[in-house]
DNA sequence: TGTCCACGTCT
DNA sequence: AAGACGTGGAC
């Protein structure tokens, strides 16, 4: 729930009656960036399209801290599309070590070789490009073209939602994805040009990462809280819409999965079924964790009874 | 101690 | 289009 709610400035006569100025709210999340931001490498002068590309996928799924020292190995290793293309898939998913959803790497190692073969070694800069490759989706696509090449692009992310559904549109949360709604909200709010809009994307993610958080948002904190509807509707609560609740991790199929492919990376030789039955004694779930894994490409048979990364 | 939660893409 | 997919941190 928001904090202890000082509504005396937002009560003033003028929050009713003036309406929501996209420019003054994005020059405020720019000007507050400029202060807040994290030190993320990837949006350091320098960064290479490539690493922008390895850190957003990367990023998809997994939070910056856990994703900041994989990052650093990974492209000391391959610093370019070419050299993760030269490798085997399975030397992706070792590297891939506990960032979870390890067919993010396999769709990783498919973009290298993707851009290898079809766009001449270089990470493409246009969206359709972008989105044509394994493993991107409007999020990566966008955020490679705006952060690696500063190109003007809405970016959106479930911050992203969360920010403009409570700033903008005064409710307490995003309603379900969806791209034709989202992005165009996200495009009307764009400063005009390219490197505020780049910085203006940026800060909307950081600043529902940091401050306008889904649970605990930090609202004496935040740039936009003058400007905030939510705030200025002194924070109408949700009629708590509670998304389906996660299936129990322990025990499931999905476990299951991570214990072989614990096992598979762990070891540099194929494995035989002995091993991964010790590690995973109920037939049955082991049973359907290789066939999942087999059909996603996660795991080859490279002899009877022998099991290896791909 | 565990249960809940976040995250983007694909199908 | 609802659900699968992994992990580690928050509560």
Redesign the pocket.
Known sequence: MPEPTPLSSAASPSASSTEFSPSAFSTAVVSWFAVAARDLPWRRPGFTAWGTLVS?FM?????V??VVPRLAEWLARWPTPASLAASPAGDAVRAW????????AL?LHACAVAITSRFGGEVPRDVPSL?S?????????R?VAVFAYGDRHPV???????VIARAVDGAPDAA??NARRDLPAMAALLPPSDADAARFNAGM?EL??LVC????PRCSSCPVADLCAWRAAAYPSAPVA?????????G????A???V??VLRASDDPVPHTALAEALPDPARLG?ALA??LA?G?LVTPAADLYALP
């Open positions: 957003e990023l998809q799924q997994t939070p801290v856990r070590q506990s960032l979870g959803y390890p067919r993010r769709n989105l490759l394994p493993g991107v989706g409007d999020y990566t696509a955020a959106v992310d479930t911050n992203i939602r969360r379900a994805p993610m529902g990462a958080t889904a649970r605990a509670r998304r389906p609740v996660q299936k129990k991790y322990e499931s199929d999905r476990q999965r991570g214990i492919l614990g359907r999942g894994l996603d996660l």
